[in-house]
């Protein structure tokens, strides 16, 4: 049952530009599926679903998935995102702080996370804003520049 519901998640969100969990829910239900919310959350996080800006402009939910490898399959729809999203990035100490579109920060820090940019001990994102740890200081600057040649 969980790999059938996971399937059509994946088939939706191919097909249509859905932007919340309830109209997740609705989808799945229109096609014979009844699910809770926390059903749908855990599998959004289990598919690695993130939010990245659909044809309309709005956010949607996407597949960013790896493929099974450890190079991102999908390298040019990290681009995507990042040009997209990301509106500017400066340093903090060994910060990289990185604004966003209102509501991307999540879509542009999996994208960030999907470089594994090995330099980066990890990201946190709010609604607008990422704070990527790096592992030093003066390694800020050469993190900073791997994320702009992405984005071009």
Avoid: F, W
């Amino acid at each position: 049952m969980k790999r059938t519901r996971q399937n059509k998640i994946l088939e939706l969100i191919q097909q249509y530009e859905i932007e919340t969990q309830e109209e997740l829910a609705k989808k799945l239900l229109d096609s014979g599926l009844q699910v809770t919310q926390a059903t749908i959350s855990r599998d959004i996080k289990e598919l690695a679903l993130t939010k990245v800006t659909g044809q309309s402009g709005r956010p949607k939910y996407a597949s960013m998935d790896h493929g099974g490898n450890s190079s991102p399959v999908y390298s040019d729809r990290y681009a995507r995102v990042l040009q997209d999203g990301m509106v500017s990035m400066t340093q903090a100490d060994n910060l990289v702080v990185v604004k966003t579109v209102s509501g991307m920060a999540m879509a542009v820090a999996a994208a960030i996370d999907a470089l594994e940019i090995e330099e980066i001990a990890g990201c946190i994102a709010g609604d607008d804003t990422i704070m990527c740890a790096v592992k030093t200081a003066s390694l800020v600057p050469g993190v900073m520049e791997k994320i702009r040649k992405l984005k071009r």
